[in-house]
């Protein structure tokens, strides 16, 4: 399954994993229904994980953190 893949390449980025173990990442993950979350990716729910992307772009923090994720994965 190619989320499987996507976890295994995301989880052995050791820049992405220092991201989600900062305070910022754990304040950021805190608003997260994971369960919601884990579903719509198992499901492949497009529209939910929009919906969710989407919350958190919309605060200054997700902005700054998918900024710093950016950056970590190679992209301008």
């Known amino acids: ?3 499987d893949k996507l976890e ?3 989880k052995g980025n050791d820049r992405l994993s220092a991201l989600a173990d900062s305070p910022e990442g754990k304040a950021l993950a805190s608003r997260f229904d994971e369960n919601a979350l884990r ?3 198992k499901k492949g729910d ?3 994980l ?8 919309s605060t200054p923090e997700g902005k700054a953190l ?7 994965v190679g992209k301008p």
Request: no cysteine; proline share 0%; net charge positive.
């Open 1 to 3: 399954m190619e989320l």
């Open 66 to 72: 998918a900024e710093k994720v950016q950056k970590a």
């Open 46 to 48: 497009a529209s939910a």
């Open 39 to 41: 579903d719509a990716a």
């Open 50 to 57: 929009q919906d969710i992307l989407r919350r958190v772009l």
């Open 8 to 10: 295994k390449k995301l």
